[in-house]
């Protein structure tokens, strides 16, 4: 936007907020979902169910065999054995998806297939295995006890019961659960939608030619997969004006989303517009943080939603969206909170830190240690040539070689 | 399909592979895609890029300010103290996405905005905390050195570099990367399809009341839950033919996909079916796994198309799913190696497994305890109600009460 017009206007930020702190701010300010809306069972992986799931039916809804066999009488093998086997006479066959059609009595068997219901009158499968089957007659060459290899109606779920509780998350097993009890969609909370906001006179989208002064929007796309990879729907605005009304005017329709992220502008003059923007319809929460890189990310709220304002140079940004917005993202989507896989290797070179801020360091594994990736601030190589990250604490100010690090993997 | 109409056609598994051999076989038949499509960068997340990203133009194209500050010529401000100010003459003003229009002389200074391309001349950047304006006169309080706070020409990507080589997993700043050098869509490896077939005519899709002697399909919803999960597509084909030739068709037809899947049925005469129909037209690759639950499994291929045949139960073909077509889709679709989360926990009770067969065992997370929460691999809720699952070795029968086991979470 402007290049400020002098010092009035500028007001540089000092006063910078312990990252834990921060991260408390921007989680309280997070209100989990409470829209919900319904979809197919087969898009449903990854979804939070938004009230608990009661079966209708019994799962199984029958008695059923759970061997290929012959359904018996557990007496009437008692004392079976292979050189001694008792002899059933067969009264019919069951296929699966069929319904027997006769009632079992002393003596009788049925031919059943694995999954086909009980005929009344039987207790018990006998393993084909176990069966030599001659005309009518089988011999059964072992016993079995009552109920044994049969699948009873409702062992795996009882009519009434409940299968999933409200806010479960819905991996491969809960929608099977679901289809189980005859599921064909499934209420769950909506994500919440992240206003994408570019700013920035510098800064154009990928596909035009550059102007001299130009460069290409990068954070749109950093933000845009952090969101998308984190239960969020990323929605582009257009670049944000660089008035204030006009300003306002974006915020108040961009606030109608669940999240805003302002991403782009990198001046002092820029960060002032949105902070006063916010300022006169909301409120901000706090201004800076004693991270690196990130220290001037604007944080507040225009009526319930919650309004980041990144730092422009994309290493920032991004380690700003994963550090801040990742969680308050998750934690509105009611997601589990995300745990980054971390490899510990010893640090192939020295680190040195800014003291009093919390270091966000990119690193490269390479034959087993973490190589210091990070260029500059403003260098997106600082991250893509990157395989993770690796936090320096606020007070630590020099890591040296060969120490043991977590690299937090991207 | 059948209830085996005989001994005959009933052919039990008597010979299993271990899980480790069976993986390895998987495996091998896993060809990663070559089929590439393209798609828009903001879309682009998850992907794997098919070929590297060379960069057309500098990142940044041109020398910029890096702070908010006075463009100077870094001699000009040597010895430049709080109380003993150099004095500059301001003779412009750029904003970000502007250009400047006029060379800096000795003695001269241009008010700059952090982004803005560099006046020619100028070769350093005075933080604008450090100096005065008052009129066109500008007092700088402290001297910097050449390119100090200079953001250089192509610094974070120089035209003809690669940013990103074929095969590189699109994470957040990857794409970003690729913005940075104006990419507007990429071009990407396919994601494998998955051809998911019903077996079983006892099986329904939910939605239809169920018939007697019917159940819902669940396997249908777990591994299309695991596909999507996992880099793939899945395809819902029309429930498996009961007989040879419409089945030996609709695996020629289901065998366009990249992978096809079997799901469903679960007797013995299923089985041999599917086997007869993969021998008719393919190659069974193998025949059985020394793994609890799962067992039943069949691997094969149809011309270059790998082939499962998984067991019916539902615990069954979905822990088969986790341990053979995970590993076997992230291959195909040159994903990294999943790794699952894992947390270590004394087991509740002990665990008695079954000699001779790696054991998939699902446990649930209960005051940092790890409850034992299978019930039998018909039912689904031995996996709903879980939170993960450990695996009990092949020659391991009995794990005890307090004994760390890891847990890894679904």
Known sequence: MSAGSGNASMRPIRETLPLDEALALVLEAASPMTRTERVP????????????????????????????GFAVVAEDTFGAGRYDPKILRCIEKVYTGEVPTKRLARG????????????????????????DKAGDDVRIFTPVYPRQHVGRRAADIAAGQSVLAAGDFLNASRVGALAAIGGVDVEVFAKPTVAILSTGNEIIEPGSPLRPGQIYDINHFTITSVVQSHGGIAIAYPPAPDNLPDLVAAIRQAAEAD?????GGSSVGERDLILDAIQQIGEVIFLGIAVKPGKPTV????GTTPVFGMPGY?????????MLLLPMLRRMARLPEFRPQIVTAPLARRVVSTTGRHQFYTVRIENGTAVPAFKASGDITSMSLADGYIEIPAQTDIVEAGELVDVKLF
Chains 1, 2 share one sequence.
């Open 299 to 302: 944080f507040g709220r225009v």
């Open 259 to 263: 999240i805003v992220v302002f991403s």
């Open 41 to 68: 069972l087969r898009e449903a992986t990854g979804r939070i169910i938004a009230a608990a799931a009661v079966a209708a039916v019994d799962v199984p809804p029958f008695d059923r065999a759970a061997m290929d």
């Open 108 to 131: 009788e068997c049925t031919e059943i297939a694995t999954g086909a219901p009980m005929p009344d009158g039987a207790d018990a499968v006998v393993m084909v295995e176990e069966s």
């Open 314 to 322: 994309p290493t920032s940004c991004l380690s700003n969206a994963y």
